[in-house]
């Protein structure tokens, strides 16, 4: 009886570049042949689809409402009214300036976020070669699972977090990522647990883009679980955030 792919959670945690092509294959339960459309079919309703959540996009109005959503604002709002009923119109004119900036700066930083949000989700939106039952298959990303037998070639954008388990002068742009200008080598080989993202590289990422060579990783994870998913979230998560003037103040705070 052929072992149990892992589960979700055992996926999330588990620190794909340090195991051996051996263990890879048997913790997901494949082989070179690459899955099944059936095996992967329940996959797919286990993971779920490798893609990020979509995001209605925001109306202009409720993101600049969203910054006056705060009780230090409130405060501020409620001085600048008293400083007119006892016309300080200095301090009411600095205080309405104060309210309007961080306005402004703030629907423009959440802007930007939800922009950079709906460009990350596009990355997955794409098709891949994937090996499926011994046949070579175009796929979209979206179909893909932990397991899937993927083919990178140059000019191809790795469609899920892979582990490399075989590369020939395979070398991916990973700056989306790591910042970094110049295209990772990948290898094959395990790495120690403490090894950073940027260094791992017996590891392909989601979004990242082949710039030479030819190769092939298994899926190790997929939508919110892969790398570029976690930026996603924090992105998203930055532009449900607290207004500028609050986030500076509780820094004075502290």
Do not use: C
């Not at 200095?90 to 802007?111: C, H, K, P, R, Y």
């Not at 794409?126 to 037998?149: M, S, T």
Request: charged share 25%; hydrophobic share 40%; net charge negative.
């Amino acid at each position: 009886m052929p072992p149990s792919p892992v589960t979700e959670d055992e996926e999330h945690v588990a620190e794909w570049h340090t195991l051996t092509i051996s263990d890879i294959r048997r913790r997901l339960d494949t082989g070179d042949e690459g899955l099944t459309e059936e095996e992967a079919e329940s996959r797919s309703l286990t993971y779920g689809r490798n893609s990020l959540p979509e995001r209605k996009k925001t109306p202009a109005f409720i993101i600049v409402l969203r910054q006056f959503a705060s009780p230090l604002i409130y405060i501020l709002l409620a001085a600048g009214i008293l400083s007119i009923a006892f016309e300080d119109w200095t301090d009411a004119i600095f205080i309405f300036l104060v309210i309007f900036l961080n306005s402004g700066i703030g629907s423009i930083q959440e802007w930007k976020a939800e922009k950079s949000a709906a460009a990350l989700q596009q990355m997955l939106k794409i098709y891949a070669r994937v090996k499926r039952g011994g046949r070579e298959e175009k796929l979209p990303a979206e179909a893909l699972v932990p397991g899937d037998l993927v083919l990178l070639e140059s000019g191809s954008r790795v469609p899920a977090d892979l582990r490399i388990i075989s590369a020939s002068s395979l070398a991916i742009d990973e700056s989306l990522l790591t910042g970094e200008s110049e295209a990772a080598k990948k290898k094959t080989p395990i790495l120690p647990s403490d090894t950073p993202v940027a260094d791992r590289a017996n590891m392909a990422y989601a979004g990242t883009t082949v710039m030479s060579g030819r190769g092939t990783g298994i899926v190790t994870g997929t939508g919110t679980k892969t790398e570029i998913g976690k930026i996603a979230a924090s992105v998203s998560s930055s532009a449900m955030g607290k207004p500028p003037i609050v986030i500076r103040m509780e820094v004075f705070a502290t």
